[in-house]
């Protein structure tokens, strides 16, 4: 039987749910809660009657029976905020109130290509309760392309202070970057990144003057709500960023612009410097390569000497140090204690910088204190609510620590956060991760192709594919992954493993079995 709703279908006989004539990737017990909601969508479902079904009476906790049914509501494009699909009856349970049409299932049509499994993130997004906006990077109209990292900066300080603010859902900065440099419709913009509202400009800097010119466009239409050119001396740069996120939210929801206000502060000529140091750094930074990490890492350790009381310099440098230890760009634990005495001083700078409680969120992580390291990751949520990579950060957190279902929900809503980000290669690593630990091994395989096509230097990527082909049994390919990492890292071992990668004690010894029938030693 094939039920259809909105955009969607759900084959019971083939177990695939499809959006279009694209297959949508879902872990089995989703598959199985959604099924049975959708059979049973004459009537509430209790929590009850889920265990029942779904988990063959077995005793499952809360948190896990609503992380299945939030996993769900992505998987259909719901939210619990929406409830357009899966609505909950308060001290009832859910139900399914989506119109449904019931149809037989037929034989697959062969085609010369096999279907595309996409992820949750690269359908559509559909657009959020809350106003939404992306904000395209600004031009760089100097005619010298040593300011680029100048107008990058101008951009991600105005995704910042409309990131602070609650009420709205403000794309991460990785993935409108994507459009960097290229002609954008913003109608399809819109689309691709799931918002109602684009922001464009561009940046023009001579000498000690600045140019700024924007204009706020309603992404559906293409018409311009808002347009101004701004003329200024360089030292009223963050006034002016003030200025230009003010105009835009006041343009979207000027009785919110009110109640929520926005903070201007006088800073110095000094703090200017500070700014464009670590601007020039996070331009590098966000390239995701091993080059342009140690640049970025090198520029921020002379911002951090020149400006010790400077916190965003301290928590990037953190940040970099941390990151590019996990990734393998420089040896694990490169600095790690001297990472951590950075992003404390910048908790006491600033405890409203995000990145500091992201970087302090690593240096747990790394040393495999889950819960910590989710607290941290939490606190910069709390400051930044449209804080993807934060949102992936405990995603992966858990995913280490083998809480599968729980790590899924928090990628799927960072993939939603910045679906176009190419960070989100390194959160297809910890799906892969929570697959392999919950013991779907094809599941994992497909997250880590996924990973390795899309990023092939990310040694986690090969190491994850290894682990999986080897459990599902395929031990060729296995050992055909094994000889690619190898060339990656020559001096692969079991001991390696458990000293560099921060599977906690339970799902490691999981790992290194998988690691082991793969060939490593």
């Given at each position: 039987?094939?039920?259809?709703?909105?955009?969607?279908?759900?084959?019971?006989?083939?177990?695939?749910?499809?959006?279009?004539?694209?297959?949508?990737?879902?872990?089995?017990?989703?598959?199985?809660?959604?099924?049975?909601?959708?059979?049973?969508?004459?009537?509430?479902?209790?929590?009850?009657?889920?265990?029942?079904?779904?988990?063959?009476?077995?005793?499952?906790?809360?948190?896990?029976?609503?992380?299945?049914?939030?996993?769900?509501?992505?998987?259909?494009?719901?939210?619990?905020?929406?409830?357009?699909?899966?609505?909950?009856?308060?001290?009832?349970?859910?139900?399914?109130?989506?119109?449904?049409?019931?149809?037989?299932?037929?034989?697959?049509?062969?085609?010369?290509?096999?279907?595309?499994?996409?992820?949750?993130?690269?359908?559509?997004?559909?657009?959020?309760?809350?106003?939404?906006?992306?904000?395209?990077?600004?031009?760089?109209?100097?005619?010298?392309?040593?300011?680029?990292?100048?107008?990058?900066?101008?951009?991600?300080?105005?995704?910042?202070?409309?990131?602070?603010?609650?009420?709205?859902?403000?794309?991460?900065?990785?993935?409108?970057?994507?459009?960097?440099?290229?002609?954008?419709?913003?109608?399809?913009?819109?689309?691709?990144?799931?918002?109602?509202?684009?922001?464009?400009?561009?940046?023009?800097?001579?000498?000690?003057?600045?140019?700024?010119?924007?204009?706020?466009?309603?992404?559906?239409?293409?018409?311009?709500?808002?347009?101004?050119?701004?003329?200024?001396?360089?030292?009223?740069?963050?006034?002016?960023?003030?200025?230009?996120?003010?105009?835009?939210?006041?343009?979207?929801?000027?009785?919110?612009?009110?109640?929520?206000?926005?903070?201007?502060?006088?800073?110095?000529?000094?703090?200017?410097?500070?700014?464009?140091?670590?601007?020039?750094?996070?331009?590098?930074?966000?390239?995701?390569?091993?080059?342009?990490?140690?640049?970025?890492i090198v520029i921020l350790r002379q911002a951090v000497e020149r400006h010790p009381d400077y916190a965003p310099a301290h928590s990037m440098l953190a940040f970099a140090l941390l990151a590019s230890g996990y990734v393998g760009w420089i040896p694990p634990g490169t600095e790690r204690d001297f990472a951590a005495r950075l992003a404390r001083r910048a908790a006491e700078l600033d405890d409203s910088d995000p990145w500091a409680h992201m970087a302090l969120g690593y240096f747990e992580?790394?040393?495999?204190?889950?819960?910590?390291?989710?607290?941290?990751?939490?606190?910069?949520?709390?400051?930044?609510?449209?804080?993807?990579?934060?949102?992936?950060?405990?995603?992966?957190?858990?995913?280490?620590?083998?809480?599968?279902?729980?790590?899924?929900?928090?990628?799927?809503?960072?993939?939603?956060?910045?679906?176009?980000?190419?960070?989100?290669?390194?959160?297809?690593?910890?799906?892969?991760?929570?697959?392999?630990?919950?013991?779907?091994?094809?599941?994992?395989?497909?997250?880590?192709?996924?990973?390795?096509?899309?990023?092939?230097?990310?040694?986690?990527?090969?190491?994850?594919?290894?682990?999986?082909?080897?459990?599902?049994?395929?031990?060729?390919?296995?050992?055909?992954?094994?000889?690619?990492?190898?060339?990656?890292?020559?001096?692969?071992?079991?001991?390696?493993?458990?000293?560099?990668?921060?599977?906690?004690?339970?799902?490691?010894?999981?790992?290194?079995?998988?690691?082991?029938?793969?060939?490593?030693?």
């Amino acid at each position: 039987m094939i039920y259809s709703f909105e955009d969607f279908s759900l084959d019971e006989d083939r177990r695939e749910l499809r959006c279009g004539s694209e297959l949508i990737a879902v872990e089995p017990q989703v598959f199985d809660l959604l099924h049975y909601l959708i059979r049973n969508r004459e009537r509430v479902v209790s929590k009850d009657d889920l265990i029942a079904t779904v988990w063959n009476g077995r005793i499952v906790s809360e948190s896990t029976l609503t992380s299945r049914i939030t996993a769900a509501r992505h998987a259909i494009g719901d939210s619990g905020e929406e409830q357009r699909l899966i609505r909950t009856v308060a001290r009832k349970g859910v139900r399914f109130i989506g119109e449904v049409r019931e149809g037989a299932s037929v034989p697959p049509v062969a085609t010369a290509e096999a279907p595309v499994v996409v992820t949750h993130g690269s359908l559509a997004p559909r657009l959020p309760e809350k106003p939404s906006i992306a904000v395209l990077p600004f031009t760089n109209m100097s005619g010298d392309p040593e300011q680029e990292y100048f107008s990058d900066g101008i951009t991600e300080d105005i995704i910042n202070a409309l990131s602070r603010l609650r009420w709205f859902f403000v794309i991460a900065r990785n993935s409108t970057f994507v459009y960097k440099g290229q002609p954008a419709d913003v109608r399809q913009v819109g689309r691709d990144l799931g918002v109602r509202y684009v922001l464009e400009g561009s940046v023009r800097k001579s000498g000690q003057r600045v140019r700024i010119t924007s204009q706020l466009l309603d992404a559906t239409t293409s018409n311009q709500i808002w347009s101004e050119r701004y003329d200024r001396e360089l030292t009223d740069i963050f006034a002016l960023q003030d200025e230009i996120t003010a105009s835009v939210t006041s343009a979207i929801e000027p009785k919110l612009l009110a109640a929520e206000g926005l903070r201007s502060e006088a800073r110095s000529t000094e703090d200017l410097d500070a700014w464009d140091m670590v601007a020039r750094a996070v331009s590098l930074f966000w390239k995701l390569t091993a080059a342009d990490s140690a640049n970025a890492i090198v520029i921020l350790r002379q911002a951090v000497e020149r400006h010790p009381d400077y916190a965003p310099a301290h928590s990037m440098l953190a940040f970099a140090l941390l990151a590019s230890g996990y990734v393998g760009w420089i040896p694990p634990g490169t600095e790690r204690d001297f990472a951590a005495r950075l992003a404390r001083r910048a908790a006491e700078l600033d405890d409203s910088d995000p990145w500091a409680h992201m970087a302090l969120g690593y240096f747990e992580f790394t040393g495999r204190h889950t819960d910590e390291a989710v607290r941290h990751f939490k606190a910069a949520l709390d400051l930044n609510p449209n804080f993807a990579a934060a949102e992936g950060s405990i995603g992966f957190a858990l995913a280490l620590d083998g809480r599968s279902e729980e790590a899924i929900v928090h990628f799927d809503q960072a993939i939603r956060m910045s679906p176009r980000d190419p960070f989100n290669s390194f959160f297809f690593v910890g799906i892969a991760a929570a697959h392999y630990l919950a013991g779907h091994y094809t599941e994992a395989i497909k997250w880590a192709r996924q990973a390795v096509q899309l990023r092939p230097g990310y040694m986690g990527a090969h190491r994850i594919l290894c682990a999986s082909l080897a459990q599902s049994d395929q031990i060729e390919e296995a050992r055909a992954a094994l000889k690619t990492l190898r060339e990656l890292l020559p001096n692969i071992s079991i001991a390696a493993i458990r000293e560099g990668v921060p599977y906690t004690a339970r799902p490691m010894e999981h790992f290194i079995e998988g690691m082991r029938k793969a060939g490593v030693e």
